[in-house]
């Protein structure tokens, strides 16, 4: 396996000479065949929703950059659909959800349709499993229930998502039933994707980062923890990635009470603290800030650098602390490339 899959291998907790690398939104706006597809086909939902469509886009940056791992072409809010949830995409301003979750009413009002709106994306799976090159790593992903929730109570996105958060304060009882229903839909939509040839899985807590300590260990640590045991209950030797954006110093508690098998850094987590701190052996993925990236040159040399000095024994996934910008230039991360591979250590 360490010599099939470099990238699987790490995830297994098997250190690498060279660190295998893939970047978060590799297949998207930055990229002109996406763009080319995506004229001909509408708007980003259709292309999610399009099995055939998807799958492309799921392989066209490995033609481009030869990444270890290639990772769905999805969204995170598939899970609210699959709960019953109305979803489009308002053109420059990101994606909507009716009817909002503002009550126990609202909740069971809710007419779910479950796997059979999910039916496109595991048609993607298939066919994805069925192009990429052996030694090509085929990550699944879904959000985490305290991220999702906050979508499908604002009905959009939020920067401080103060509408759960109140919420959760409120009425935790009916933010506790909210969380319920996206784990049980989770642990299915994930074991769904391992059977159709997912290799590992990543859970995105993109909102980790606005709760108290408290709030962050209720509704982050414990619905994660309940995702990870019931899914690897189902699929135990399934690696799976836990990204908690903005979780800063709580990222220790994260690591250990979760049972996550891997764990994705930000760009604002100093890589040396978290080698020194995230418990003994586990692999870490991340954590290069998009930025540096579209910065190039040498502001992208030091900030690799320095990531890679961080993690001296530590097995170890390069990529990015976020999801790589839509105006990131293509040059740039042929550079990225070039270095992490010419940088056996």
């Known amino acids: 396996m360490t010599n099939a899959k470099p990238l699987l291998a790490v995830l297994h907790g098997a250190r690498q000479a060279i660190p295998p690398m893939w970047l978060m939104r590799q297949a998207g706006r930055y990229l002109p065949e996406y763009r080319a597809l995506r004229e001909t086909k509408g708007g980003f939902l259709e292309l999610a929703t399009d099995a055939e469509a998807a799958a492309e886009i799921t392989v066209q940056p490995l033609r481009r950059f030869s990444f270890d791992g290639a990772i769905l072409f999805s969204d995170i809010l598939m899970v609210p659909m699959a709960l019953g949830q109305r979803l489009w995409f308002e053109t420059g301003e990101g994606p909507r959800l009716a009817p909002c979750i503002k009550s126990g009413a609202d909740l069971d009002a809710l007419v779910a349709p479950g796997h059979a709106v999910l039916e496109p994306v595991y048609q993607t799976v298939r066919n994805v499993a069925a192009m990429l090159d052996p030694a090509t790593t085929f990550l699944g992903f879904a959000g985490s229930p305290w991220t999702v929730a906050t979508y499908m109570i604002a009905g959009q996105g939020s920067k401080e998502q103060a509408e ?16 319920d229903r996206i784990i049980d839909m989770t642990v299915d939509y994930l074991d769904h994707q391992i059977e159709g040839g997912v290799e590992a899985v990543q859970l995105f807590d993109s909102w980790a980062g606005s709760l108290s300590p408290a709030q962050f260990e209720q509704w982050v640590i414990a619905p994660n923890a309940a995702i990870v045991a019931r899914l690897k209950a189902r699929r135990p030797d399934t690696p799976i990635i836990g990204f908690p954006k903005g979780a800063g110093g709580k990222l220790p508690a994260y690591a250990r009470e979760t049972g996550v098998d891997a764990l994705g850094l930000d760009e604002t987590v100093d890589p040396v603290w978290a080698d020194a701190n995230v418990p003994e052996n586990m692999p870490v993925q991340g954590n290069l800030d998009p930025l540096a990236l579209i910065a190039g040159g040498e502001a992208l040399d030091r900030a690799v650098d320095r990531i890679l000095a961080a993690f ?10 976020h999801g790589i910008l839509p105006d990131t230039p293509i040059a740039h991360v042929e550079a990225l490339v070039a270095k992490i591979r010419g940088g056996a250590r």
């Open 164 to 179: 759960a958060r109140r919420l959760a304060y409120r009425d935790p009882g009916l933010m506790q039933a909210l969380v």
């Open 312 to 321: 001296p024994a530590r097995p170890h996934v390069f990529n990015l602390g």
